[in-house]
């Protein structure tokens, strides 16, 4: 590992410590989160987020650069020492930032927390991550891959399934690549209509997948690329915009942490039959995976796990439940992915649920409108206001995203930080302003 750059100062007579600039990438709730729970590490000097929201630059200094614009960030990166990047979003990763630093002379010995674009494809294509599961005997839906050339064997496929068809765009598709169908015709029709670019590019390859049933969680793991990982506190998130799981998918609507059915029983089986092959098969496959993946697992009738997706990045809105529950220094812990060495850093639960209320924009997943004055956030007191979709103009903070804000409290238990989150919600006013009061209905 080269020496970093930052400053050193004095702890005692024999020990020095260095202090680090970190740059976290993203401008939403989840980097908002992350950069509240970084700036509360004593190992931080500056830290900067790019582009970052209004509320961001609460905790830290938001940067004008978008977090896709590699030569701006590198520009940036050495001006002013920032010797460890967080990404917080898929997009930079899929486009390959962690390459971009590693294969440059003066950022290679910059940390990027966050795998290459190779270790990116997990999440920027369904087959290649299914194909990773089979490979590594991880439990997943029984697929199959489809383009034009086998759509035949496709179509077959479909019929030799029961009902309801999952069809899955294998390329982004800014979360609505996955249609769920009940008629085994319009789902032969649908089939056709992806091949023929319903999702552009992204469904010019489709996945067809047993469908399954069950709960669904979201695990989070550090991994250190070397075989080493640490499990973050389990979240449960909540994707549609209407009360009782109804209507369109958002972006996620607000999360719960811990999750109740995810005990220590069902988790030992979640990390042998899923984390431990999952982890291995990582450095097997040389995929070059530093930083974070997030498990999008069905507890299936019975007690069995099984891996949706993988993405590879933190969840949103979990973060902004998951951070709070983490009582370690966070830095210390993505300082063990950088090192590879993640098994020896401290990792310590708060035992208090959290949870995340979002507020959204009115008609958001939708069509909507940005640029609403806020008002009502500085009498929140006992919750912790993460901003979404913000942005600071004079002395107000207007909307500037579908989704615009989540409120996260600490409880007890989840009834308890609910009813914190819910409070405080409604004192948050902008026109439109809309959350589901229903989070955690089912646990
Ligand atoms: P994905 O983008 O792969 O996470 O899929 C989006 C959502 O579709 C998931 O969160 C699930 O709710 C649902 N889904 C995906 N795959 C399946 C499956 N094989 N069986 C049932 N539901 C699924
Ligand atoms: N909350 C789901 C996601 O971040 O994709």
Redesign the pocket.
């Known amino acids: 590992m080269p020496p970093r750059t930052g400053v050193a100062f004095l702890l005692n007579s024999n020990q020095t410590k260095t202090l680090m600039n970190i740059l976290v990438l993203g401008s939403g709730g989840r980097e908002h989160a992350l950069s509240w729970k970084i700036s509360q590490s004593d190992k931080v000097d500056n830290l900067y987020i790019a582009p970052g929201n209004a509320g961001t630059s609460n905790v830290g200094t938001n940067v004008p650069i978008a977090a896709e614009d590699f030569p701006a960030l590198k520009t940036f990166v050495l001006e002013n020492k920032v010797s460890m990047v967080v990404v917080g979003p898929e997009a930079p990763l899929v486009a390959g930032i962690a390459d971009f630093f590693a294969q440059d002379e003066a950022l290679k010995s910059v940390s990027v927390i966050g795998p290459s674009q190779k270790g990116a494809t997990l999440e920027g294509s369904?087959e290649f991550a299914k194909d990773f599961m089979a490979r590594h005997k991880i439990p997943?839906?029984r697929y199959m891959s489809v383009t034009s050339d086998n759509l035949d064997e496709g179509i077959h496929f479909l019929s030799g399934l029961k009902a309801?068809y999952?069809l899955?765009a294998d390329g982004l598709a800014a979360?609505k690549?996955?249609l769920?169908i009940d008629d085994l015709e319009a789902a032969q029709d649908e089939l056709k209509a992806m091949l023929d670019g319903k999702f552009g590019a992204a469904s010019a390859k489709v996945v067809i997948?047993?469908?399954?049933?069950g709960i669904?969680l979201s695990v989070f793991v550090m991994v250190d690329g070397k075989g080493g990982y640490k499990v973050l506190p389990t979240a449960k998130d909540y994707?549609r915009i209407g009360e009782g799981d109804t209507g369109l998918?958002t972006g996620g609507m607000g999360a719960v942490s811990p999750v109740p059915f995810a005990d220590e029983t069902f988790m030992k089986k979640v990390e042998e039959r899923i984390i431990k092959p999952t982890v291995k098969g990582l450095v097997e496959d040389e995929l070059d995976y530093c930083g974070f993946v997030f498990i999008?697992l069905?507890n299936c009738e019975g007690d069995n796990p099984?891996v949706?997706?993988y993405n590879v990045r933190m969840g949103d809105p979990e973060t902004e439940a998951v951070m709070l529950r983490i009582k370690s220094d966070f830095v210390d812990l993505l300082e063990g992915i950088a090192k590879g060495d993640i098994s020896s850093a401290p990792l310590v639960f708060d035992e208090r649920a959290a949870v995340t209320v979002m507020l959204v924009s009115g008609g958001y997943p939708e069509a909507y409108e940005k640029g609403k004055v806020m008002r009502g956030m500085d009498e929140v007191h006992d919750s912790i206001l993460f901003h979404a979709g913000t942005t600071a103009q004079d002395a107000q903070v207007l909307t500037a995203g579908g989704r615009v804000i989540a409120v996260s409290s600490y409880g007890k238990d989840k009834d308890e930080a609910l009813a914190l989150s819910f409070k405080n919600a409604k004192k948050i006013d902008f026109e439109g302003v809309y959350y589901r009061s229903d989070i955690g209905f089912d646990l």
């Open positions: 369904k997943t839906a309801p999952v899955k979360g690549g996955v769920i997948e047993e469908h399954l049933s669904e994707k998918n999008g069905m099984y949706i997706e």
